[in-house]
């Protein structure tokens, strides 16, 4: 649709065995792609996703019609490997539960910062701050893979894949309508072909949809 734009058609069908849930969907998108300068990009879709699902809240099925939202801003100077610059991406998805009382949004945001030291930029130093929040719906009336879960790759290294939860007593455990992210690296060139990287995660996952000021921060640090 011109030169800065494009339609996109995506049909997904998942199997999803993860630690806290396992989950059966089909999923179909449609949408555009806007490039609005060489940094900005934007997406716009409308779909609709089927889900059965099964975690310590009981089995359950979602039937929800979904207008996917989102916006990059990619300042960094190599994708890659960046040594300077940020990038910004904001996901906001609302939804509405044809079947049940689970109407709402899901929004994320993630914010990415770099600074060089030294006119080589060998020394890096890097930040990130992750935002998450899923708004309308209760929790036991939120599909599983819309809430937000922490550890691992991505989130909190040095913690175990999806083992931060949020702890619903008698041994039960499940997502959480938000979450809060903050990481730190130092990253160091040794020669033309290593480096090594000092790293500090800390996540927070809550309950409610919005962060608030009681709860855990449980974290990792490592080389």
């Known amino acids: 649709l011109g030169a800065d734009t494009d339609a ?20 179909l998108t449609a949408g555009l792609t806007r490039r609005f300068n060489e940094d900005l990009t934007g997406e716009l879709g409308l779909g609709l996703l089927y889900s059965e699902t099964e975690d310590d809240l009981g089995k359950r099925e979602f039937l929800l019609f979904t207008m996917p939202l989102s916006l990059t801003w990619d300042k960094r100077d190599k994708d890659l ?22 109407d709402g949004a899901r929004l994320y945001t993630d914010l990415r910062g770099y600074y060089g030291l030294g ?29 937000f879960y922490s550890g691992g ?15 619903l007593g008698a ?4 997502g959480g309508r938000s979450f809060m992210g903050l990481s730190g690296e130092i990253r160091q060139d040794i020669g033309e072909n290593w480096g090594v990287v000092a790293f500090a995660d800390a996540g927070f996952l809550r309950a409610d949809s919005a962060p608030g000021s009681h709860g855990e921060w449980p974290s990792g640090a490592g080389l």
């Open 8 to 27: 996109f058609f995506q049909a997904e069908l998942a199997t999803e065995n993860e630690p806290t849930y396992s989950a059966d969907s089909l999923e």
């Open 81 to 102: 490997d960046p040594r300077s610059g940020w990038y910004v991406n904001a996901e906001l998805t609302p939804f509405v539960d044809i079947d049940g009382p689970a």
């Open 119 to 147: 006119a080589e930029k060998r020394t890096v130093l890097a930040g990130r701050l992750q935002f998450g929040s899923v708004m309308g719906p209760e929790l036991a009336d939120t599909p599983p893979d819309y809430l």
């Open 153 to 167: 790759a991505g989130s909190v290294r040095g913690q175990p894949y999806q083992s931060l939860t949020v702890d």
């Open 171 to 174: 041994g039960d455990e499940a």
